[in-house]
């Protein structure tokens, strides 16, 4: 019986290493330019938001019932209330005008929670996979893309009410109280835009987010100052609505309403625990939009990252 005895091979030499400057340059320039803090972002992210503007472009109907739909609300509410005792609904002259802040902001709230839809539908039909595996600077253009596209929207409903608002006797808030108002609903609409995202992300479908947009919507909406003020509410419902966050976005514009020289340390709600001033309501707002966004990281992280 013969044994073969391998022969051992030649020892291989190291190949030469290839060294091109232009080479590293290059890849140097391009992990530099990628990021959140790039021009890469940018122009993916407005390329993003853009495709959300086509799609609505091509679907206008979404836009026309968004915007129809708070009006028709201000004009029907304001209608019914209009024969109520003067001064029943603290300082506002009408019902009308106690009415326009909660309608402003139930609509971007209303928009907002739905943010989570489109990026739903993508991730259903497989589009959210293409952008997953494109070469993006950063997957989170995704979701600023959808951000900045409810807050164009939401502006755009927010102008709305607050003409017709107008036309209806509500009047108009001073210029400062203005942008006040549009930096609540841009808090607002932040806010809960994340978290809308952060349930498309974590729901297993279309169906259980509508199902959860059903159950937030209303029970929040009856639950805060949108439609009557805090001492008409039961004890306990004082309570809920003291806890809402859309009653922090709500009082504050309803305040600059009534009075055009309004200041950070005015007390605009007083709830069973204390009194609050306008600038610790914008406080609650800044730190519900920093939470939501805080909270979302994780999940956006595991799933899109």
């Known amino acids: ?31 530099k330019s990628q990021g959140l803090v790039s021009g890469a972002f940018v122009q993916e992210t407005l390329a993003m938001t853009r495709r959300l503007f086509i799609q609505l472009q091509r679907r206008p109907t979404t836009l026309v ?20 005792p003067a001064g029943l609904f603290g300082e506002s002259r009408n019902y009308g005008q106690f009415l326009g802040a909660g309608i402003i902001v139930f609509t971007a709230f209303g928009g907002a929670l739905n943010a989570g839809l489109p990026v739903m539908f993508d991730r259903e039909f497989g589009f959210l996979n293409r952008f997953l595996v494109a070469p993006l ?62 349930l498309t992300f974590a729901l297993p ?20 100052t949108a439609l009557v003020p805090l001492d008409f509410m039961p004890q306990w419902l004082q309570v809920v609505a003291s806890l809402n966050p859309l009653t922090y976005a709500i009082e504050p514009i309803r305040y600059v309403y009534l009075h055009p020289a309004w200041g950070l340390g005015d007390t605009v709600l007083q709830t069973p625990f204390a009194a609050v001033s306008l600038g610790a309501c914008l406080a609650v707002l800044v730190v519900f939009c920093g ?11 595991r799933r899109i990252a």
């Not at 019932?65 to 109520?84: M, R």
């Not at 479908?205 to 805060?224: A, D, R």
């Open 291 to 301: 939470l939501s966004l805080g909270l979302i990281q994780p999940l956006l992280r």
């Open 137 to 198: 600077a950063s997957r989170y253009s995704i979701v600023v893309a959808s951000a900045l596209f409810i807050a164009a929207l939401s502006l755009v409903q927010t102008a709305a009410i607050l003409a017709l608002s107008a036309v209806l006797g509500a009047g108009l808030p001073s210029l400062p109280g203005l942008l006040l108002v549009l930096f609540i609903v841009m808090a607002l609409v932040l806010g809960v835009t994340a978290l809308s995202l952060g």
């Open 65 to 84: 019932a968004g915007v129809i739909q708070p009006l028709i609300w201000l004009v029907l509410f304001g209608a019914l209330f209009q024969n109520v």
């Open 205 to 224: 479908g279309h169906i259980e987010l509508i199902g959860v947009i059903f159950v937030t919507n209303l029970p929040l909406l009856f639950s805060s």
């Open 1 to 31: 019986m013969s044994t073969t005895i391998p022969t051992p091979s030649p020892t291989r030499e190291a190949a030469p290493s290839l060294e091109n400057s232009d080479l590293k340059a290059w890849k140097a320039d391009l992990i």
